[in-house]
């Protein structure tokens, strides 16, 4: 079983570590406002080609150029610690002391108020931001905000005052988050210059700026690692991110990720951790630039409105795809339709194929996924399937997207963070649960993938030897499976002394 665990990057104390991975979580809070007739225009974005050479002034240009549009943000939040250690698997468990190793958070003091009983009453915490608008806006994560009930930045060069501030908007599926400064300087504000997140690729250099544990306006130097890797926010949800190695920490949330002409590429977000440090190893993530940008106006106007059909959708198996009546492993396998939902009012049924959405290919089911998310609620769509191996074209109208009702949903069947119930693997001695997305996390299962984690095997048992607890059934006898009801279901079915592949 793998040690790695995803870390969302805070600084001061509050932050905590999960049970199954290590995610530090906000809580779910609605603070968004109400709308406003003032909307922001994507910033402008340089999409030139970038060449030319890199020299011994570069880096020290950028960040010259950069950090006085950088801020350091702090915020304080109503402490949750009963919800907390009721999380993260105990009473007697102190989640601060599990993620830093100690009483107390690097690079500060007890930052939390006690109350009646020595239980905290407020919480404090920090993290980065960058300003996009000379007006005072400032784009940062959105668990660096999203429990503020006040918010502080502080710029560069005035570390001792702290400005006033308020949350604007903010969207769960990018952690991304809007903020204007309500009292500003006297001198003029700093605003980014936007690059072109598209065309970045690994090996290009980059620069991130922050305040990892409290150290304000570190520069740290790397290249992109990769691009486009799929970062799971919740079940069946991901979003696409910029890997790079270049060093960030707890503290560097929100802060930009730079190109070679100091331009945002990315806004940093998480980190990949392992037992021995939670710090960085050299795997961090970037929201990309342009994901951002597209999101501004909707952040502007205090929501971001995205569309939902109500299934949960599985990859084609590569070994089995004609027993769908498929020619190729693509499409997506309607796993669950949501009672009520779009998909079920339109027709949708579990075990379909979804091969086609509004005119549009489904080469794989995560692609199904970002295109319905894209897609404007209320609008009636056409989805072909593949249903017992004939085409049918269905019509769906499509709902919106309600992520955070949606993420406490899952959490109440055991999707998230509480355990599933546990399933008996019939005559295997297999004991089984249901594969959530704290399991798939921890056990490196890519994101969106269904299936039945082994939880304990009968020594004595056919499949001792050969099935150990931690593995991961995907399939049985060639039948996916996306739960670990299903995959008992389908060993049912195995004749007694069969094989079971």
Same mark, same amino acid.
């Given at each position: 079983?793998?040690?790695?665990?995803?870390?969302?990057? $805070?600084?001061?104390?509050?932050?905590?570590?999960?049970?199954?991975?290590?995610?530090? /979580?906000?809580?779910?809070?609605?603070?968004?406002?109400?709308?406003?007739?003032?909307?922001? !225009?994507?910033?402008?974005?340089?999409?030139?080609?970038?060449?030319?050479?890199?020299?011994?002034?570069?880096?020290?240009?950028? @960040?010259?150029?950069?950090?006085?549009?950088?801020?350091?943000?702090?915020?304080?939040?109503?402490?949750?610690?009963?919800?907390?250690?009721?999380?993260?698997?105990?009473?007697?468990?102190?989640?601060?002391?599990?993620?830093?190793?100690?009483?107390?958070?690097?690079?500060?003091? #007890? #930052?939390?108020?006690?109350?009646?009983?020595?239980?905290?009453?407020?919480?404090? !915490? *920090?993290?980065?931001?960058?300003?996009?608008?000379?007006?005072?806006?400032?784009?940062?994560?959105?668990?660096?905000?999203?429990?503020?009930?006040?918010?502080?930045?502080?710029?560069?060069?005035?570390? %001792?005052? =702290? $400005?006033? !501030?308020?949350?604007?908007?903010?969207?769960?599926?990018? %952690?991304?988050?809007?903020?204007?400064?309500?009292?500003?300087?006297?001198?003029?504000?700093?605003?980014?210059?936007?690059?072109?997140?598209?065309?970045?690729?690994?090996? #290009?250099?980059?620069?991130?700026?922050?305040?990892?544990?409290?150290?304000?306006?570190?520069?740290?130097?790397?290249?992109?690692?990769?691009?486009?890797? !799929?970062?799971?926010?919740?079940?069946?949800?991901?979003?696409?991110?910029?890997?790079?190695?270049?060093?960030?920490?707890?503290?560097?949330?929100?802060?930009?990720?730079?190109?070679?002409?100091?331009?945002?590429?990315?806004?940093?977000?998480?980190?990949?951790?392992?037992?021995?440090?939670?710090?960085?190893?050299?795997?961090?993530?970037?929201?990309?630039?342009?994901?951002?940008?597209?999101?501004?106006?909707?952040?502007?106007?205090?929501?971001?409105?995205?569309?939902?059909?109500?299934?949960?959708?599985?990859?084609?198996?590569?070994?089995?795809?004609?027993?769908?009546?498929?020619?190729?492993?693509?499409?997506?396998?309607?796993?669950?339709?949501?009672?009520?939902?779009?998909?079920? +009012?339109?027709?949708?049924?579990?075990?379909?194929?979804?091969?086609?959405?509004?005119?549009?290919?489904?080469?794989? $089911?995560?692609?199904?996924? +970002?295109?319905?998310?894209?897609?404007?609620?209320?609008?009636?769509?056409?989805?072909?399937?593949?249903?017992?191996?004939?085409?049918?074209?269905?019509?769906?109208?499509?709902?919106?997207?309600? /992520?955070?009702?949606?993420?406490?949903?899952?959490?109440?069947?055991?999707?998230?963070?509480?355990? @599933?119930?546990?399933?008996?693997? @019939?005559?295997?001695?297999?004991?089984?649960?249901?594969?959530?997305?704290?399991?798939?996390?921890?056990?490196?299962?890519?994101?969106?993938?269904?299936?039945?984690?082994?939880?304990?095997?009968?020594?004595?048992?056919? *499949?001792?030897?050969?099935?150990?607890?931690?593995?991961?059934?995907?399939?049985?006898?060639?039948?996916?499976?996306?739960?670990?009801?299903?995959?008992?279901?389908? =060993?049912?079915?195995?004749?007694?002394?069969?094989?079971?592949?």
């Amino acid at each position: 079983m793998s040690t790695r665990k995803t870390t969302l990057i $805070y600084a001061l104390p509050i932050a905590v570590a999960s049970l199954a991975v290590g995610m530090v /979580l906000a809580s779910r809070l609605d603070f968004t406002p109400a709308s406003s007739a003032q909307t922001i !225009a994507a910033p402008p974005m340089n999409s030139a080609p970038i060449t030319g050479p890199i020299d011994a002034q570069t880096f020290r240009n950028i @960040a010259k150029a950069t950090d006085p549009a950088v801020v350091y943000i702090r915020t304080e939040m109503k402490a949750k610690t009963q919800d907390l250690t009721d999380f993260f698997g105990g009473r007697n468990d102190d989640p601060l002391r599990r993620f830093f190793g100690g009483p107390q958070g690097p690079g500060g003091g #007890d #930052d939390q108020t006690p109350g009646h009983g020595g239980r905290p009453q407020v919480a404090r !915490a *920090s993290g980065t931001g960058f300003i996009i608008l000379k007006e005072g806006f400032i784009l940062t994560n959105n668990h660096v905000v999203e429990d503020a009930t006040k918010i502080q930045v502080s710029l560069f060069g005035d570390d %001792d005052k =702290l $400005y006033a !501030a308020k949350l604007v908007g903010r969207d769960q599926l990018t %952690d991304s988050a809007l903020i204007q400064l309500v009292e500003k300087p006297a001198t003029p504000l700093t605003e980014v210059r936007f690059g072109d997140s598209s065309q970045m690729a690994p090996g #290009d250099w980059v620069m991130a700026i922050g305040n990892p544990f409290g150290y304000t306006y570190s520069v740290t130097v790397g290249v992109i690692s990769a691009t486009q890797r !799929a970062y799971r926010v919740t079940d069946g949800r991901s979003n696409d991110m910029l890997q790079t190695d270049a060093a960030i920490n707890p503290g560097n949330s929100g802060g930009p990720l730079l190109n070679v002409r100091g331009e945002v590429i990315g806004m940093n977000t998480a980190i990949i951790t392992n037992s021995q440090s939670e710090g960085n190893i050299g795997i961090g993530f970037a929201v990309p630039s342009n994901t951002v940008r597209d999101l501004l106006p909707q952040l502007r106007q205090g929501k971001v409105v995205r569309g939902r059909i109500g299934v949960s959708v599985a990859p084609v198996p590569r070994d089995s795809f004609a027993e769908f009546g498929l020619k190729s492993p693509s499409g997506a396998i309607v796993s669950t339709v949501v009672p009520g939902g779009a998909a079920a +009012k339109g027709g949708i049924e579990p075990g379909d194929v979804i091969v086609e959405f509004n005119g549009r290919p489904v080469t794989k $089911y995560d692609d199904l996924v +970002k295109t319905v998310t894209a897609t404007k609620p209320g609008t009636s769509v056409p989805v072909k399937v593949v249903r017992d191996g004939k085409d049918r074209t269905l019509n769906v109208t499509v709902d919106e997207l309600d /992520l955070e009702a949606e993420t406490s949903a899952q959490n109440r069947r055991g999707g998230g963070n509480q355990p @599933a119930p546990e399933q008996n693997g @019939a005559g295997f001695g297999l004991t089984l649960q249901d594969l959530t997305p704290a399991l798939a996390r921890r056990l490196q299962v890519p994101a969106g993938q269904g299936g039945a984690v082994v939880t304990d095997v009968d020594p004595d048992s056919g *499949s001792a030897g050969g099935v150990r607890p931690g593995d991961v059934i995907l399939s049985v006898n060639r039948r996916s499976v996306s739960s670990a009801s299903e995959a008992a279901r389908e =060993l049912q079915k195995v004749p007694s002394g069969g094989l079971a592949q």
